[in-house]
T-cell receptor
Framework: EAQVTQNPRYLITVTGKKLTVTCSQN?????MSWYRQDPGLGLRQIYY???????DKGDVPEGYKVSRKEKRNFPLILESPSPNQTSLYFC???????????????FGSGTRLTVV | RKEVEQDPGPFNVPEGATVAFNCTYS??????FFWYRQDCRKEPKLLMS???SGNEDGRFTAQLNRASQYISLLIRDSKLSDSATYLC??????????FGKGTRLHILP
């Protein structure tokens, strides 16, 4: 089944304790992206990647890191989480053509992160 | 003007009614347009792409108006299961993908 798999689904952690949220897709998509969703603010892009070893900042990259060592994986790293990073996080992937992700996203099921 | 703008709603409509909502975008160079559906606390799911000529999928019709820079979604014969938040998505030439904040739809029995 074609899908984007995120783990964990739920995570409660303490301020400052490094964590990684994993994202993996099995569709051979070039484009992958991380979003956070907060009430009233909608989906905001954190980082995106157009291919292996190519990553770029989205609209809200502060406090986050990503890597794209393999095409299928795009982990999100919070080196020192803070309470303002409490949010619902989504990973998404898409085919890439004509200079953009043209075919719409497939989203992972989301990770609900609470930082206390 | 915001890059992508949607009426947040909620739209409360009786079952069986027809409902339509629009999404305006500011970048005239935008190339691709989509409608997504998101149920509460779940991931957005692609509902349909929006083509220049307009497209229809069952009870759903999407249209693009480039001159006025908006896309629309029409739902006919609405069902209770159509209750959700509908997000419009716009891809710009500069790799930017912008989500609207969504329009909440409640179908009333």
């Amino acid at each position: 089944e074609a899908q984007v798999t995120q783990n964990p689904r739920y995570l409660i952690t303490v301020t400052g304790k490094k964590l990684t949220v994993t994202c993996s897709q099995n569709m051979n998509h070039e484009y992958m992206s991380w979003y956070r969703q907060d009430p009233g603010l909608g989906l905001r892009q954190i980082y995106y990647s157009m291919n292996v070893e190519v990553t770029d900042k989205g609209d809200v990259p502060e406090g986050y890191k990503v890597s794209r060592k393999e095409k299928r994986n795009f982990p999100l790293i919070l080196e020192s989480p803070s309470p303002n990073q409490t949010s619902l996080y989504f990973c998404a992937s898409s085919l890439w053509s004509d200079g953009q992700p043209n075919y719409g996203y497939t989203f992972g099921s989301g990770t609900r992160l609470t930082v206390v | 003007r915001k890059e992508v703008e949607q009426d947040p709603g909620p739209f409360n409509v009786p079952e069986g009614a027809t409902v339509a909502f629009n999404c305006t975008y500011s970048n005239s160079a935008s190339q691709s347009f989509f409608w997504y559906r998101q149920d509460c606390r779940k991931e957005p799911k692609l509902l349909m792409s929006v083509y220049s000529s307009g497209n229809e999928d069952g009870r759903f019709t999407a249209q693009l108006n480039r001159a006025s820079q908006y896309i629309s979604l029409l739902i006919r014969d609405s069902k209770l299961s159509d209750s959700a938040t509908y997000l419009c998505v716009v891809n710009s030439r500069d790799d930017k993908i912008i989500f609207g904040k969504g329009t909440r739809l409640h179908i009333l029995p």
